[in-house]
């Protein structure tokens, strides 16, 4: 089975923390606690245990992460607030507790994470992995679903004043492992979406080595991204639900290029020419005309730089190649 734990990405930790005036140092990992200190403000509570047992990745990839993050599973902890789509994958609601202070979630599905178990360390059958920041504003709590990498289903509680954030956190996950497995909720997307498409396995070996160089290191990042790695080079290739490309060309300093197939894609080299970034709207996203399902492929050389090289060249080749390989737009 491959791999995957989620414990943090750090710009959704970041995110899920901003304003709370909190450093982020996941150095600190600590074990799952069964007793609340006394003053957290959350007590811990009792449930019938959960069905157990694997989680398929193909039901995550399509998952809506918002159906996890409900009202029902939320208003036992508090007043929840209306939950904010961000990707595929992702989730947040920020809310008050029952004492009428900050509680903010985002749960991901799918994920990269970091840290080990402890050994024994499980939730419902999977491999549990619970890390807090320092000053107790921040608690990430992850059931592991695949391996080889790690990646798996997140929830991130943060809020300004202290205590053990983990209690709720895991609260909320129990009850996400118990919705996935029982009637997971669906993401409502386009027929031509991208959800189902699994990144690595659309960029051949051949095209892949115009860009990085043979022999390159293939790594998903995330269910919906996968990144490939050389000698001082690397590439990813991402797919999400953000600003059309198009729409924002003027503030993001791109210029459109046509790849062909009907593909109008934005193009943005970075002054130094060591970076390039192609993206375009693939497909719509429903009841929102801003955002759409994206297409990202991205460019970068570490080492020194290459004479005569054109990184957007680079990036096209590959773009051209991955076009016919997606859903008809």
């Not at 007793?35 to 811990?44: I, L």
Request: net charge neutral.
């Amino acid at each position: 089975m491959r791999g995957s734990l989620s414990l943090i990405a750090a710009g959704a930790a970041l995110a899920l923390v901003a304003g709370c005036g909190a450093s982020v140092d996941l150095s600190k990992s600590t074990s799952p606690r069964r007793t609340v200190p006394a003053g957290s403000g959350f007590e811990p509570t009792t449930s019938a245990p959960g069905p157990t047992g694997t989680v398929d990745p193909e039901v995550l990839r399509r998952v809506d992460p918002c159906g996890l993050l409900d009202e029902d599973t939320l208003k036992p902890l508090g007043q929840p607030a209306e939950s904010r789509l961000r990707d595929f994958s992702q989730c947040s609601n920020y809310m008050k507790d029952s004492e009428g202070k900050e509680l903010n979630f985002t749960l991901s599905v799918g994920d990269l994470t970091i840290g080990q178990p402890d050994a024994g360390s499980e939730i419902d059958g999977l491999p549990y992995v619970q890390s807090e920041l320092e000053d107790k504003s921040a608690c990430f709590a992850t059931a592991i679903t695949e391996t080889n990498p790690n990646r798996g289903i997140t929830v991130q509680v943060g809020r300004r004043d202290k205590g053990n954030l983990c209690v709720p956190g895991k609260a909320v996950l129990h009850s996400a492992l118990a919705k996935i497995r029982k009637s997971p909720p669906q993401l409502e997307l386009a027929k031509n979406t991208l959800v189902e498409l699994e990144p690595c396995t659309l960029i051949s070996e051949t095209v892949i080595a115009t860009a990085v160089g043979a022999n390159s290191r293939k790594r998903p990042s995330g269910a919906h991204a996968c990144s490939w790695n050389g000698d001082g080079v690397s590439f990813m290739l991402t797919f999400r639900i953000g600003v059309r490309p198009d729409t924002i060309a003027d503030s993001a300093g791109t210029t459109p290029i046509n790849l062909g197939d009907g593909v109008t894609a934005q193009q943005k080299p970075d002054k130094d020419g060591a970076r390039c970034r192609v993206e375009w709207a693939h497909a719509a996203f429903p009841g929102d005309d801003e955002r759409a399902e994206v297409v990202a492929l991205d460019y970068s050389r570490y080492s020194d730089k290459v004479a005569g090289e054109d990184p957007c060249a680079k990036v096209q080749t590959v773009a051209k190649s991955l076009i016919p390989r997606l859903p008809k737009r």
